[in-house]
């Protein structure tokens, strides 16, 4: 029986917890006036996670104009992961907004406020490469696999660290839990179930992932991890995770806005 969800507003419980903000499929400039939006009713975190198919179709000129709109907003990190719209040749020029701590099959710990976050990001895996994908990408059902023991292997690594909070950022989906509303069919296409034997293994605070922009199950949990659908279409609105400071060992809890 997990200790949550439950909706923690900081505010009024009086917590000190980490807010995070989370995101993804804005496909810029297509989603961009909605975030813009969003953004303006949320405000008061600490940290932003944008969880890939930030532009359209590996169009890296809309960045800035996406970050400028983040940034009318929030001045904190931000970190993101790849998606399908970005393309891997590219990654070099998504890396040049060095505002943008990008995580590729990587990790990172950072220190927030007075916590330490272990971070995990990668574009994901697909249990069956997309049609177009077996088609052009060689090597692709090899690459997918191996980027689950990569994402296994950071992981691990991580725990070791004892971070306080524990989190994976994604662009494919880790389960089809939170793919329910989306056509069955092409669930395999949009995510991995894999990672759910992973999640169980590992137990991170919370896997952030997008590319479900028809979803209508946003949440869901694989023992004490929630796996958030952040896709922006999805949900029309930015996600709020708060990981309470003072309760650590209880671990996180979750609000949206
Ligand atoms: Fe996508």
């Keep these: 029986m997990p200790l949550y969800p439950m909706v923690i507003i900081k505010k009024a419980l009086g917590l000190d917890a980490l807010r995070m903000a989370a995101v993804g499929d804005i496909h810029c400039p297509r989603y961009l006036e909605l975030l813009q939006e969003s953004l303006r009713k949320a405000s008061d975190f600490e940290l932003m996670l944008l969880a ?13 104009r996406l970050l400028q709109t983040i940034r009318d907003f929030y001045k904190g990190p931000i970190i993101a992961c790849l998606g399908n719209e970005e393309f891997d040749e590219s990654l070099q020029a998504y890396r040049k907004f060095k505002e943008v701590l990008w995580l590729h099959d990587e990790a990172e710990v950072l220190k927030i406020g007075n916590s330490i976050l272990g971070i995990v990001g990668s574009r994901g895996s697909l249990d069956r490469p997309t049609f177009w994908q077996r088609k052009n990408v060689r090597g692709i059902w090899e690459t997918y696999s191996k980027r689950l023991r990569r994402i296994d292997d950071l992981l691990e690594d991580m725990k070791a660290k004892k971070p306080d909070f524990m989190v994976v950022l994604t662009h494919y989906a880790p389960t089809y839990k939170t793919l329910l509303g989306e056509k069955e069919g092409a669930w395999p296409e949009m995510g991995c179930k894999g990672f759910e034997t992973l999640i169980a293994k590992h137990q991170p605070d919370a896997w952030i992932h997008a590319h479900g922009h028809a979803s209508i199950q946003h949440e869901a949990f694989i023992g004490r991890t929630i796996i958030v659908n952040a896709s922006l279409p999805a949900r029309r609105q930015i996600s709020i995770l708060e990981f309470p400071r003072d309760q650590v060992a209880s671990k996180s809890s979750y609000a949206k806005v």
């Design 52 to 64: 890939g198919d930030l532009v359209l179709r590996n169009d890296s000129s809309q960045m800035p």
